[in-house]
């Protein structure tokens, strides 16, 4: 914990935090969860398009209604859009006449054109088929947007979807059905690729229906999806079986398959989408295995399993978020999820283990990620790009614990479970003097302060002591305060009349405050609740503030309140709307002073003066380890052995 230090901002709205990067070791196996899901009946398919400048997207349902969610906000746009008679299967979307729109397929066989903006089909609904549509895409022809749909009569049309004309002849390259459809450049023309219902892969003239080259067998049994994309300036078609649950990429001039099969999934591939990932191709799966799977498009390696949906996962689209790549699925479970794909890229080659500690400098005037945790070091980051910089500073014998960094000043101070607390020059990644070796369990906080004058630390731990050192002498002020029936497990600093406090939360549920300057003690609140977890000292309303939470399993009630204490009184003066916190810090945005608190994945922001809640809450991608915010209202998190730095909107 880090003492009452204010970090400003300019004044602007805060509407959320939007990822800037995020790194995991080799060692981080957390699932990645959504940014956002919306409940929806069983969802069938997924597209995605921008409307009036924001990302938005189409889902299908099995009662054949089509919804419009706003990505940023997981809501629902304007009203459900109705007209088929049975589920709706396919899903693509458009650009017409510079408006948005979405073409279905459906179960009634029929397809249906819809205005986005306005929620309204556009003309009459595509007839033609004698049986099932359930493949869709969009292209141009000759100039003209058109839709290309499949059929279970075994039939592939082009529809101008302006006019609703059929435009020449179908082709029915099949006896069976036509289940799914795409297009590709392919010889300097557009190209249908389509597949039977028994895995037959074919390629056909757009213009003119023509077969080009035999057929292919891309599984052994059912292709139960595929999509066309660029690989290396070669058009390939991407399949998933039904059976194998496997996902293989295939040269449509050569029509062999590129590398290996892609293996992960357990059962059938429902769903393929692709996007770029800092300029890397990648690929995305949809599975029967209720998972969606990230690839390196290039290698067929697999980057990342997300999991969260607790059905079939049938359909997977991209899109850009607030310029993040994410990627939007849909299932059985009737969720729309959207997930940050930045999360999953494929981990750095090394283990660090968990990361406990956290906090934020400007080193050279270069604004770094300090974090200390289970292999004894600490690293340090560049806050802009995520990269590391230089080497871990060891010499810590256990985890790193508690971590602060002393005002503007690159230096930081460590508490270990080696019992220890040391200083470091974080320009030259030297440990400054000896260890401070008075504690004799594990030292589990740290907060500074230079209100004296002199640059100070106060730590505590499990040995029930409170200590106070001169970090420009390594001494030891005073005698420790060792009044504590158990280990402390959080301190912070404050200056209450011009007297510079120190501030610890006691077992009862109270705080204990003492001088900093001699380590005297100067009260002790008579509050009788849990022992406190978390401490963060700031000031609200010109007064020192001390915010608490306090351990849940302690408290005969389910629910335990983040509390707010008047450090001058030692008196409760609130608490904050949120229960059960595992971890909390404190910040300033445009002056005014904040929380931040984390609860399993979940971060959220809080406004001390109003006590709201301050733009979306974030989610990482696993339980909150530690967490920090700088002075320009950027949120450090680290999750298990990953940390990842999130910037105000």
């Excluded at 059929?151 to 099949?174: H, M, N």
């Excluded at 067998?217 to 595929?226: E, G, I, N």
């Excluded at 849909?330 to 750095?348: H, P």
């Excluded at 609140?525 to 351990?551: C, D, I």
């Amino acid at each position: 914990m880090t003492g009452c230090t204010v970090c400003t901002m300019s004044k602007r709205e805060i509407k959320g935090w939007g990822l800037r990067w995020a790194w995991r070791s080799t060692g981080e196996v957390a699932s990645i969860p959504p940014l956002g899901q919306a409940a929806y009946g069983k969802i069938h398919a997924v597209a995605t398009t921008v409307l009036d400048g924001l990302p938005v997207a189409v889902t299908a349902s099995q009662d054949g209604s089509l919804a419009l969610w706003d990505l940023a906000t997981q809501q629902q746009i304007g009203s459900t859009l109705t007209g088929h008679a049975g589920s709706v299967y396919g899903l693509a979307t458009a650009t017409l006449d510079g408006r948005p729109v979405a073409v279905s397929a459906s179960n009634d066989k029929s397809a249906r054109v819809w205005d986005l903006a306005t929620g309204r089909p556009i003309g009459s609904p595509f007839t033609a088929h004698d049986g099932i549509v359930r493949g869709v895409t969009t292209s141009t022809l000759n100039g003209r947007a058109v839709a290309v749909t499949g059929g279970s009569d075994g039939a592939v049309r082009v529809w101008d979807l302006a006019t609703g004309e059929q435009l020449a002849k179908p082709f029915i390259p099949y006896e069976y059905a036509a289940k799914h459809v795409a297009t590709a450049e392919l010889d300097g023309r557009t190209v249908v690729v389509s597949n039977s219902a028994l895995g037959e892969i074919r390629i056909s003239d757009l213009a003119t229906g023509e077969q080009l080259g035999e057929p292919f067998t891309a599984h052994k049994d059912t292709v139960s999806t595929l999509a066309t994309t660029t690989l290396h300036g070669r058009p390939v078609v991407v399949t998933g079986g039904h059976y194998d649950g496997t996902v293989r990429v295939w040269d449509l001039a050569t029509r062999r398959m590129v590398g290996e099969p892609w293996t992960g999934h357990d059962r059938g591939v429902d769903g393929v989408a692709f996007t770029t990932i800092d300029d890397r191709p990648v690929a995305l799966s949809a599975g029967v295995d209720r998972t969606v799977r990230l690839w390196d498009l290039a290698t067929g390696k697999q980057l990342h399993v997300f999991t969260g949906h607790t059905d079939y996962v049938w359909s997977v689209d991209v899109a850009v978020l607030d310029d993040r790549p994410v990627a939007v699925t849909g299932g059985s479970d009737g969720r729309v999820r959207v997930w940050d794909l930045r999360f999953g890229l494929e981990a750095a080659e090394s283990s660090v283990g968990q990361m406990r500690a956290v906090t934020t400098a400007t080193v050279d005037g270069q604004r770094v990620v300090v974090t200390g945790g289970d292999d004894h070091s600490v690293r340090l980051w560049d806050l802009t790009s995520g990269q590391p910089i230089g080497q871990p500073l060891t010499g810590h014998n256990g985890p790193i614990r508690a971590l602060a960094t002393v005002d503007d000043r690159a230096v930081a101070v460590t508490g270990s479970d080696d019992c220890t607390v040391r200083i470091w020059d974080l320009a030259t990644g030297k440990q400054l003097g000896a260890p401070l070796t008075r504690h004799t369990a594990a030292v589990s906080s740290v907060a500074t302060s230079s209100a004296t004058g002199q640059p100070l630390a106060v730590t505590a731990g499990a040995d029930k002591t409170v200590r106070v050192w001169n970090l420009a002498t390594g001494q030891e002020i005073g005698a420790p305060g060792v009044s504590h029936r158990r280990w402390v497990r959080a301190v912070g600093t404050a200056v209450v009349d011009g007297a510079p406090v120190s501030v610890s939360g006691a077992f009862h549920g109270g705080l204990r405050v003492r001088d900093l300057a001699s380590n005297r003690a100067i009260s002790s609140s008579q509050h009788h609740g849990t022992p406190v977890l978390q401490l963060a000292t700031t000031e609200v309303g010109g007064r020192a503030v001390a915010l608490t939470a306090s351990e849940v399993r302690w408290n005969r009630q389910r629910d335990v309140p983040v509390e707010l204490w008047e450090v001058a009184t030692n008196r409760l003066i609130g608490k904050l709307p949120v229960v059960n916190v595992e971890l909390l810090a404190v910040a300033s945005l445009d002056g005014q002073p904040v929380a931040v608190t984390t609860k399993g994945s979940l971060v959220e922001v809080w406004d001390l003066t109003t006590r709201r809640q301050l733009g979306r809450r974030l989610q990482l991608p696993g339980v909150v380890t530690a967490i920090a915010m700088n002075e320009s209202g950027d949120i450090v998190g680290c999750f298990a052995s990953g940390v990842a730095v999130f910037a105000a909107e």
